[in-house]
């Protein structure tokens, strides 16, 4: 079969012939109908995360698919061959860009019926966050004010979701050529970040949820109330800083989940939109992993094998 591979750090991956995967004891092979390459895809190559997530080359590139079940492993149960999934594999074991990949039971969750199943791959890794940073850490609720960075960003296009779900008023920094997605999605205040400071345009804000950091991160800071909680994705935030402040810090560091994801399914089968930059074929993954490398996807780029 075909896959993506990560050939060592710091070099763009490239499609190779491999040998189909083989499920194991506990596990499941999986037809691959979809997988979402993401940032962490990035950083895994490039080698800045190797301290947590180490690989061995040649190393199958991702996390997020779906597909359908192929075959299964000795013991498992409550799968059948046939059954449309999600899963999340652990980042150092990837093997998501592939037409094949094994994935442990465990982690299989049903794919939502409406949502067209190579699609779905996206929900795996960005709605599961968005979800965590939403429903568990911030746990927003009707009437607050929340600043949305990165709004038309694989999480921040479902935080904007997540939160008008909840009830709160949602406000989001995008390009002005991303305007029309945000607003799609229910964002209330739209601040174009190449053209205006958003301290200028927002204030007295409940809960930032930021994917961006850095500068980005400090500047969030000005535009909290007093005991206003910025939720940062990317790296931990300045904790101290928050704390003099009179303001609260939470990072989140996403994890698999199978449970997790299974809620998130749930509110995909009621309404969840996943914005999709482009789908592409296996064959041009390697120049849809260099895309989201630049930073230019605006939601989701899915490689259909």
Sequence with gaps: MKALQYTAYGRGPVVNEVPEPVPGPGEVLVRVAGAALNPLDVKIGAGHVQEYFPITFPSTVGTDLAGTVERLGSGVTGWSVGDAVIARTDPTAGGAVAEYAVVP?????????????????????????????????????????????????????????????????????????????????????????????????????????????GETEARSLDVLKPGGLLVSLPVPPDFERAAARGLRAEFVFHASDAERLAKVVAVANEGLDIVVDRTVRLSGAADAFDHLAQGHAKGKVIVRP
């Design 105 to 213: 039971a465990t982690s299989l969750v049903a794919a939502p019926a409406t949502i067209p199943l190579d699609a779905a791959a996206g929900l795996a890794t960005a709605a599961a966050t968005a979800w965590q940073a939403v429903t568990e850490v911030a746990q927003l609720r009707s009437g607050q004010k929340v600043l949305v960075h990165a709004g038309a960003g694989g999480v921040g296009s479902f935080v904007i979701q997540l939160a008008r779900r909840a009830g709160a008023h949602v406000v989001t920094t995008v390009s002005g050529a991303a305007a029309g997605i945000v607003r799609k999605l229910g964002a209330g205040e739209i601040i174009d970040y190449t053209s205006v400071d958003f301290r200028t345009a927002v204030s007295e804000v409940d809960v930032v949820v930021d994917p961006v950091g």
